[in-house]
């Protein structure tokens, strides 16, 4: 995917045009906090000084790699040159449940405060869809914006949410009622984060690749069609 992307605005009654560029990194890996993974290391800016991050793991992510803390620790510790991790490894509940209330958002906001994460420093998001809408809210509020990395962890984040430029709360019973669009610094899409999803949770991400392609592309509908018996695998 282009590492650039742009988007253009005009006054009203007027000839002029004005542009803002983005540059959106999106990154695909398989064990992605083995030392050996540079993608992680390499989405971060070279720099004087290791990059300061904090990061937020979904609490149904937490409960399915029991030692995914411990394994960030080694990974950064094995490119301490490039990054250290602030704070303690925040727990964020998961589920569109936790959109509801501005509770998991402010605790973000909150942890972003006590880790005093400025907007040279970086927020790793690792979860499903909801997680990362409530983490980017957080995100893109914090000192008006502070560059988040995503990192999806189910096939419906992976190919829909996550690789998004949208993030919310719910409000006055109404669905992303509070919220921004905000380009994350980079989307890393680690496969093997897919193996822990359950059959249903698998087929989410499936349907709405299938949804898009019935919508808009009917060559990579057919390619779904023609590798449907492997994807039904869990290839």
């Known amino acids: 995917m282009p590492d650039k992307m742009q988007t253009s605005n005009r006054e009203v009654g007027s000839d002029e045009w004005f542009s803002v560029e983005h540059r959106y990194r ?3 890996a398989k064990a992605v906090f083995a030392p050996a993974c540079r993608v992680l290391r390499e989405v971060l800016p070279p720099t004087d000084q290791p990059h300061r991050v904090l990061v937020c793991v979904d609490d149904g ?4 790699w029991p030692t995914l803390a411990e394994t960030i620790d ?3 510790a094995a490119h301490d040159d490039r990054m250290t991790r602030v704070g303690n490894v925040l727990c964020v509940p998961g589920g569109e449940h936790a959109k509801n209330t501005p509770d998991a958002a402010n605790a973000v906001l909150a942890a972003i405060d006590r880790a005093g994460i400025c907007r040279q420093s970086f927020v790793l998001a690792i979860g499903g869809g909801a997680m990362l809408d409530v983490v980017g809210y957080a995100a893109a509020t914090a000192h008006r914006g502070v560059r988040l990395i995503r990192m999806p962890t189910t096939t419906l984040a992976q190919a829909d949410a996550g690789i998004g430029v949208k993030n919310g709360i719910n409000a006055f019973g109404k669905k992303n009622f509070i919220g921004s669009f905000a ?6 899409n680690d496969a093997n984060f897919l193996t822990t ?12 690749a299938a949804k898009v392609a019935l919508v808009k592309d009917a060559t990579f509908f057919e390619q779904i069609e023609a590798v449907a018996p492997v994807l039904a695998s869990r290839d």
């Open 26 to 28: 999106l990154r695909f």
């Open 197 to 208: 999803l359950s059959d249903r949770d698998w087929r989410c991400g499936l349907s709405e």
């Open 183 to 188: 380009v994350p610094w980079a989307v890393i």
């Open 74 to 76: 080694a990974y950064v």
């Open 61 to 64: 992510v937490a409960s399915a």
